[in-house]
């Protein structure tokens, strides 16, 4: 099972435990938080054989949106990517906010921002990989990270920002502990690309606020450079 349907089965059976316990105090039947828990068991593998773990994170990432702290974290989140590919001329081909939208989109788990990266698929192919190219990918993947921290003083995203550099160089055959090191590195990078270009930054989570296009999104930060 994926971690976010294994927290939704954690919690489950913790809740049923607790009504097992007092269901007897307001006469609840101890058949129900069986018959419970023999549904959310079979809704969990069902998700996870068949959905891949989609399902219990929609409804996590659905829970979650209630929050606007939590929207306007992930807009500042995806604003960090999208901007910093902007710059590193690495093309933006869309982006999503919820699990919903990247679901509607194909694409997995909670979506974000999608960049064209037919060029560095063409060098892993070819065995000919530029340390440039890797170094432009590296801190668009952390941008994220880096925005969140600039703006937050502490990040709660960004586990697949990381896992894809660390992807990466499982493909390379590279020891972990330097795509840790690219991580710290490409922050850093992402980081003074954000301060250095706030006014655009601004303009982007605006733009994003109000879902507009790709192309609007990057017109918005061409008039404020």
């Known amino acids: 099972m994926s971690n976010t ?28 938080p069986a018959i419970a828990a023999f549904g959310m068991l079979s809704i969990a593998t069902v998700d996870t054989l068949q959905w891949q773990g989609r399902g219990g994170t929609l409804l996590l990432d659905w ?8 929207r306007q974290r992930v ?24 699990a919903w939208d990247a679901l509607k989109q194909g694409q997995p788990g909670l979506g974000g921002v999608s960049f064209d990266s ?15 190219l890797v170094d432009r990918y590296c801190t668009v993947w952390m941008a994220g990270i880096a925005a969140e921290q600039s703006f937050y003083g502490n990040v709660e995203g960004g586990a697949d920002d990381r896992q894809t550099i660390q992807i990466l160089w499982s493909q390379l055959r590279r020891p972990s502990s330097e795509a840790e090191l690219k ?29 507009a296009s790709v192309e609007e999104c990057c017109t918005a930060i061409a008039h404020a450079l």
């Open 183 to 211: 991580q710290r590195w490409a922050t850093l990078q992402a980081t003074t690309l954000l301060e250095n270009h706030q006014a655009a930054y601004n303009a982007l989570v605006s733009a994003l606020e109000r879902r």
């Open 5 to 32: 349907t294994l927290n939704l089965v954690a919690i489950a059976i913790f809740s049923l435990v607790i009504l097992s316990l007092v269901g007897p105090l307001v006469q609840i039947s101890p058949v129900v």
């Open 75 to 98: 807009i500042r989140h995806e604003a960090g990517h999208f901007l910093v590919a902007y710059l590193l001329e690495i093309p933006v081909t869309g982006y999503t906010l919820t």
């Open 63 to 70: 829970v979650a949106n209630f929050s606007p702290e939590h």
């Open 118 to 132: 037919q060029a560095l698929e063409a060098q892993l192919a070819n065995n000919e990989l530029s340390v440039q």
